[in-house]
């Protein structure tokens, strides 16, 4: 039920219980008759005329939508849509409270957070939302004080650092327009130096070619005489020496056969016999052995891999690879040469093993105790007496097969051809060569010496230029790209900041590139390169105190990494703090001069991003700067 009261006496209203504000609580009358003006409680004085009543001794709601009579401002009943006609009390849920705060700022609350029980220091430092004691408000001391001086502190701290790095900031436009001058000069000076040297490489380079040509010539004769004694060489010895590589692989088909079957048997031993008896013979044989397969595993895997094969697959086998062998090997003296050495390694290599073999087999025989009857023991006493058969009978073929191919001879023909092969491939070495022909242009030097010479001078001034042309590059580039305003970040163009976070380590090069590094395992990911600046709204202006970083190593199931460096004002150059608020999107806070304001002489006011801007404007300057403070302290509000 609504309580009204009104009175009317001269004009003025009468405010009814607790209702009444002056006007100079907290703020100064400038009228020269220093009359205080009376006003409803929570009203800004900046609206104190809108809450006078009208002719007709009533209120209109600040947006205009009602009129109600002006005893029922301040009733504790929401009226207006707009909450204004409860500047003082909590009756409306959209309208404010202002707070004078004297000593202080004044503010705006939330209406819904007048006499809630809770003191409202940061907003109304003075106390004055908390009036209705009878009703269960909360009795809040005035501190506006003490917050204010320490509003002022802070504020004066603040302004030493934005002053300290302002002067930074123009100590750094001095030092980019002085720096930009000795780039460009350096820029001037490499250019030069770099036609001059251009002129020069294209001198070296047409020298070069033209004892390369002289060389190429030479040995385009030189070749063709070496081509003749190549040829005659293939026409005189390579069908003996297809002959002897046959005669030799023929020779280890045998051998191979022999080496695999001496495996074998030792094998079967070891797998077969009783240890119980305790043979020393047969651990003798077996240690030895062990050692030789340790040293060579691949052994006894070749030699059961063939341990099934009969005769006929065998002799398969051993065609085919006659057959890949003559197509790979009889092609030319050098390929059918190489073949033959490869061959006689071989051989000597498998009469080494087969005697070691053997020696061990046939001291087990010699010596094994045969009144234990180990019947895997005597299967190698009878095998190896077979083995002896099988040997010397393969032996009698192939010294057969080698008298009647006459081997002593075709070896000695492979020997020779051998060394005219060498004698042609050391002649292809040695020669570019026209020493001769040349002897008569320089006493001091010969041909080679004069085109390794040129070469050298050539490759010397072809690496300099390129260093040189990489530096004008990037030397041009540095100066063509927006550096900020009065190049403020020239002279920190490519330096690097980092961050230690605990279990990474974060690099910002600026107007450069970016990175994470983990302290644990040192992986680095990249965030990005330099990709602009930021964009300071909707007119399109460049904000200098933001600067980006895209294109980084791509997220597992994500996106490419970025990152966002953005610069509040101070004096010295440091990353403070960085977050990921997105899947390997990540916000870096960085302090240095760049963001700090200047007197306006080197032109870069466009360095102040907007929240740079003051913020101890009063809060009555407009209903919504009201509004949208009202919410955001409400928000704080909840969290106590």
């Known amino acids: 039920m609504r309580l009204i009261q009104k009175t009317m006496t001269l004009g003025l209203v009468l405010y009814f219980g607790n209702n009444v504000a002056v006007s100079g609580a907290g703020t100064e009358d400038n009228s020269s008759s220093q009359q205080k003006q009376l006003y409803p409680r929570g009203v800004d004085p900046a609206l104190a005329k809108q809450y006078q009543p009208n002719s007709a001794n009533n209120f209109v709601c600040l947006d205009g939508s009602l009129e109600i009579p002006f005893a029922r401002v301040n009733d504790d009943y929401c009226d207006c849509p707009d909450g204004s006609d409860e500047p003082g009390t909590s009756a409306c849920n959209n309208g404010s409270f202002y707070c004078v705060n004297k000593g202080h700022v004044p503010a705006r609350l939330s209406s819904k957070r007048v006499n809630d029980g809770v003191c409202d220091y940061d907003v109304c430092c003075d106390g004055t939302d908390e009036w209705d004691h009878d009703n269960g408000a909360a009795r809040c001391p005035d501190k506006c004080a003490e917050i204010g001086a320490e509003r002022r502190a802070l504020e004066e701290a603040e302004q030493r650092v934005r002053a300290l790095g302002s002067q930074k900031r123009a100590q750094i436009a001095r030092e980019a327009k002085e720096l930009r001058r000795e780039k460009e000069v350096e820029l001037e000076h490499k250019a030069s130096e770099l036609d001059e040297l251009t002129a020069r490489l294209a001198k070296a380079e047409e020298l070069k070619n033209e004892l390369e040509e002289k060389q190429r010539l030479t040995r385009e004769a030189s070749d063709k005489s070496r081509d003749a004694r190549k040829q005659t060489l293939e026409d005189d010895y390579l069908a003996d020496i297809v002959t002897y590589r046959k005669a030799l692989s023929h020779e280890l088909h045998r051998k191979r056969l022999h080496r695999d079957t001496l495996i074998l048997m030792l094998r079967s031993v070891r797998e077969k016999h009783n240890a119980e008896y305790n043979d020393g013979a047969v651990k003798e044989a077996l240690a030895k052995y062990a050692e030789f397969i340790d040293a060579y595993p691949y052994m006894e895997q070749a030699a059961l891999e063939y341990a099934d094969e009969d005769e006929k697959s065998r002799t398969e086998r051993q065609l085919q690879m006659d057959r890949d062998n003559e197509a790979q090997d009889d092609i030319s003296v050098a390929a059918c040469c190489e073949a033959v050495g490869i061959y006689e390694n071989e051989l000597e290599t498998l ?56 081997i002593d001879t075709l070896r000695e023909r492979v020997a020779e051809a051998k060394q005219i092969h060498e004698d042609l491939a050391s002649a292809a070495d040695d020669s570019p060569d026209g020493k001769k022909e040349n002897d008569d242009d320089d006493d001091d030097a010969t041909f080679e010496q004069k085109l390794a010479s040129a070469r050298t001078d050539f490759w010397d001034l072809q690496s300099k230029k390129n260093t040189l042309s990489g530096a004008v590059s990037n030397m041009r580039e540095l100066l063509e790209k927006d550096l900020g305003p009065s190049d403020i970040y020239l002279p920190y163009s490519g330096k690097c900041f980092s961050l230690d976070t ?128 009202a919410e955001a302290v409400e928000h704080k509000h909840d969290e106590l």
């Open 502 to 629: 605990g279990e990474y380590t974060y690099e910002l090069c600026l107007l450069d590139r970016a990175s994470q590094v983990g302290n644990k395992d040192s992986a680095r990911q990249g965030l990005g390169s330099f990709s602009g600046f930021g964009s300071g709204g909707s007119d399109g202006s460049t904000d200098y105190t933001v600067m980006k970083f895209t294109g980084g190593t791509k997220c597992w199931n994500g996106p490419e990494r970025s990152i966002t460096a953005t610069f509040e004002c101070a004096e010295d150059i440091k990353v403070v703090s960085v977050s990921e608020p997105e899947k390997c999107e990540y916000l870096a806070k960085m302090i240095g001069p760049f963001a700090c304001p200047v007197d306006g002489k080197d032109g870069a006011d466009t360095t102040l991003s907007e929240s740079d801007n003051t913020s101890s404007d009063s809060a009555s300057n407009s209903d919504s700067n009201s509004d949208s403070n």
């Open 351 to 406: 009469g080494d093993d087969i005697t070691l073999l053997y020696e061990l087999l046939d001291k087990l025989r010699a010596n094994y105790d045969r009144n234990y009857h180990d019947l895997a023991v005597k299967a190698a006493d009878v095998g190896l007496g077979e083995f002896e058969l099988t040997r010397d009978r393969d032996q009698a073929a192939v010294d057969a097969h080698n008298s009647a191919a006459n």
